[in-house]
T-cell receptor, first 109, second 114 residues
Framework: GQSLEQPSEVTAVEGAIVQINCTYQ??????LSWYQQHDGGAPTFLSY????GLEETGRFSSFLSRSDSYGYLLLQELQMKDSASYFC??????????FGAGTQVVVTP | ETGVTQTPRHLVMGMTNKKSLKCEQH?????MYWYKQSAKKPLELMFV???????ENNSVPSRFSPECPNSSHLFLHLHTLQPEDSALYLC?????????????FGQGTRLTVV
């Protein structure tokens, strides 16, 4: 089976940096994805890592260490609009996406 | 707007009712998915369709019955549901069923079983 662990909530002020960690246990691991979901909205894709290292996309970066079964999403220069839930998800070679429970990020002024 | 449309957005049904959820995508994707999202729990993968063929059924009770008549449409037929089935049901699609393909989600149907 598969399991993913991520913190339930993180609070930070505007302009700060937030790191959301994700550890996973899975068979047939292929990659780690991150999705953002605002209240009442659909999850939207942020990033995907298949290889070890850091992927940067604007203010958001994602990191993967396959040997540690660990990844993180880094949110920089936090803005109020970044308040949302963030989900890590592991995929296998069959394309199955299994999600974590999500991390609620609360950005305060 | 993700290109994946779900209807209805909200649904209240009794335990003896039969209803259907609809999902539509015109992105040219070949894979479609049903997920269940309950409060404080991970999104649960229910069904996967690839090229209109069901390739995954994640031990979902038979009171949930999916249908994929073509690559653009996906249905979830509901009958004799239980109150614990109340949740947000999300449809998603991706170009294909390979591991690194981005999934596009619909806005979901908020289902309440009374």
């Amino acid at each position: 089976g598969q399991s993913l662990e991520q913190p339930s909530e993180v609070t930070a002020v505007e302009g700060a940096i937030v790191q959301i960690n994700c550890t996973y246990q899975t068979s047939g691991f292929y990659g780690l994805s991150w999705y953002q979901q605002h209240d009442g909205g659909a999850p939207t894709f942020l990033s995907y890592n298949a290889l070890d290292g850091l992927e940067e996309t604007g203010r958001f970066s994602s990191f993967l260490s396959r040997s540690d079964s660990y990844g993180y999403l880094l949110l920089q220069e936090l803005q109020m609009k970044d308040s949302a839930s963030y989900f890590c998800a592991v995929s296998d070679s069959w394309g199955k996406l299994q999600f974590g429970a999500g991390t609620q990020v609360v950005v305060t002024p | 707007e993700t290109g994946v449309t779900q209807t209805p957005r909200h649904l209240v049904m009794g335990m003896t009712n039969k209803k259907s959820l609809k999902c539509e995508q015109h992105l040219g994707h070949n894979a479609m998915y049903w997920y269940k999202q309950s409060a404080k729990k991970p999104l649960e993968l229910m069904f996967v369709y690839s090229l209109e063929e069901r390739v995954e059924n994640n031990s979902v009770p038979s009171r949930f019955s999916p249908e994929c008549p073509n690559s653009s449409h996906l249905f979830l037929h509901l009958h004799t549901l239980q109150p614990e089935d109340s949740a947000l049901y999300l449809c998603a699609s991706s170009q294909d069923r390979s591991a690194n393909t981005e999934a596009f989600f619909g806005q979901g149907t908020r289902l309440t079983v009374v």
